[in-house]
Nanobody, 118 residues
Framework: VQLQASGGGLVQAGGSLRLSCAASGRTSRTYGMGWFRQVPGKEREFVADIVLAGGSTSYIDSVKGRFTISKDNAKNTVYLQMNGLKPEDSAVYYC????????????WGQGTQVTVSS
Protein backbone atom coordinates (compact mmCIF):
# COMPACT_ATOMS: atom_id res chain seq x y z
CA VAL A 1 0.00 0.00 0.00
CA GLN A 2 1.33 3.41 -0.96
CA LEU A 3 0.10 6.61 0.62
CA GLN A 4 0.34 10.08 -0.87
CA ALA A 5 -0.37 13.02 1.41
CA SER A 6 -1.10 16.52 0.17
CA GLY A 7 -2.76 19.76 1.16
CA GLY A 8 -0.35 21.33 3.59
CA GLY A 9 0.59 24.98 3.49
CA LEU A 10 0.85 28.25 5.33
CA VAL A 11 -2.24 29.66 7.00
CA GLN A 12 -2.99 32.31 9.60
CA ALA A 13 -4.23 31.38 13.04
CA GLY A 14 -7.94 30.68 12.95
CA GLY A 15 -7.79 29.55 9.36
CA SER A 16 -8.49 26.19 7.77
CA LEU A 17 -6.73 23.58 5.69
CA ARG A 18 -7.76 20.22 4.33
CA LEU A 19 -5.22 17.46 4.05
CA SER A 20 -5.73 14.52 1.72
CA CYS A 21 -4.21 11.06 1.79
CA ALA A 22 -4.66 8.92 -1.31
CA ALA A 23 -4.00 5.21 -0.98
CA SER A 24 -2.96 2.97 -3.85
CA GLY A 25 -1.86 -0.59 -4.29
CA ARG A 26 -3.43 -3.35 -2.20
CA THR A 27 -5.84 -1.08 -0.42
CA SER A 28 -8.06 -4.03 0.48
CA ARG A 29 -5.47 -4.72 3.18
CA THR A 30 -6.25 -1.52 5.02
CA TYR A 31 -8.58 -1.54 8.03
CA GLY A 32 -8.05 1.99 9.20
CA MET A 33 -6.15 5.14 8.33
CA GLY A 34 -4.84 7.90 10.46
CA TRP A 35 -2.97 11.16 10.67
CA PHE A 36 0.07 11.92 12.76
CA ARG A 37 2.17 15.04 13.16
CA GLN A 38 5.70 15.79 14.19
CA VAL A 39 7.68 18.88 15.05
CA PRO A 40 11.48 18.95 15.16
CA GLY A 41 12.86 17.51 18.36
CA LYS A 42 9.61 15.84 19.39
CA GLU A 43 8.12 12.43 18.89
CA ARG A 44 5.52 11.81 16.26
CA GLU A 45 2.06 12.43 17.70
CA PHE A 46 -1.22 10.71 16.87
CA VAL A 47 -3.87 13.15 15.61
CA ALA A 48 -6.85 11.21 14.27
CA ASP A 49 -7.94 7.85 12.92
CA ILE A 50 -10.86 6.43 10.97
CA VAL A 51 -12.03 2.88 10.39
CA LEU A 52 -12.62 2.45 6.69
CA ALA A 53 -15.50 0.03 6.89
CA GLY A 54 -17.59 1.49 9.66
CA GLY A 55 -16.38 5.07 9.81
CA SER A 56 -15.60 5.08 13.51
CA THR A 57 -13.25 7.95 14.38
CA SER A 58 -10.88 8.90 17.17
CA TYR A 59 -8.97 12.09 17.91
CA ILE A 60 -6.33 13.44 20.19
CA ASP A 61 -7.97 15.73 22.75
CA SER A 62 -6.25 18.88 21.53
CA VAL A 63 -7.95 18.75 18.12
CA LYS A 64 -11.43 17.58 19.11
CA GLY A 65 -14.05 19.98 17.83
CA ARG A 66 -11.61 21.57 15.37
CA PHE A 67 -10.40 18.72 13.17
CA THR A 68 -12.53 16.21 11.29
CA ILE A 69 -11.28 13.04 9.66
CA SER A 70 -13.37 11.60 6.85
CA LYS A 71 -13.07 9.12 4.02
CA ASP A 72 -14.09 8.51 0.46
CA ASN A 73 -13.84 4.78 -0.04
CA ALA A 74 -14.50 5.05 -3.77
CA LYS A 75 -11.42 7.23 -4.12
CA ASN A 76 -9.37 5.37 -1.49
CA THR A 77 -8.77 8.74 0.09
CA VAL A 78 -8.89 10.01 3.65
CA TYR A 79 -9.17 13.67 4.54
CA LEU A 80 -8.32 15.76 7.55
CA GLN A 81 -10.31 18.96 7.70
CA MET A 82 -8.55 21.34 10.07
CA ASN A 83 -10.47 24.38 11.27
CA GLY A 84 -9.59 26.93 13.90
CA LEU A 85 -5.90 26.29 13.38
CA LYS A 86 -3.48 27.39 16.06
CA PRO A 87 0.28 28.01 15.87
CA GLU A 88 0.81 24.90 17.98
CA ASP A 89 -0.76 22.84 15.18
CA SER A 90 2.26 23.63 13.02
CA ALA A 91 4.03 20.39 12.15
CA VAL A 92 4.76 17.93 9.41
CA TYR A 93 1.63 15.84 9.04
CA TYR A 94 1.86 12.19 8.01
CA CYS A 95 -0.86 9.81 6.96
CA UNK A 96 -0.69 6.15 7.83
CA UNK A 97 -2.68 2.97 7.32
CA UNK A 98 -3.18 -0.12 9.45
CA UNK A 99 -4.15 -3.65 8.50
CA UNK A 100 -5.84 -4.62 11.72
CA UNK A 101 -8.03 -3.33 14.52
CA UNK A 102 -5.03 -2.53 16.74
CA UNK A 103 -3.71 1.01 16.52
CA UNK A 104 -0.48 -0.14 14.92
CA UNK A 105 0.27 1.37 11.56
CA UNK A 106 1.85 -0.65 8.80
CA UNK A 107 2.13 1.86 5.99
CA TRP A 108 3.27 5.47 6.02
CA GLY A 109 3.10 8.29 3.54
CA GLN A 110 5.47 11.18 3.12
CA GLY A 111 4.80 14.23 5.23
CA THR A 112 3.13 17.46 4.31
CA GLN A 113 4.09 20.67 6.10
CA VAL A 114 1.45 22.70 7.91
CA THR A 115 2.52 26.09 9.22
CA VAL A 116 0.16 28.30 11.21
CA SER A 117 1.25 31.88 11.72
CA SER A 118 0.12 33.92 14.71
Amino acid sequence: VQLQASGGGLVQAGGSLRLSCAASGRTSRTYGMGWFRQVPGKEREFVADIVLAGGSTSYIDSVKGRFTISKDNAKNTVYLQMNGLKPEDSAVYYCAARRGWEMKYDYWGQGTQVTVSS
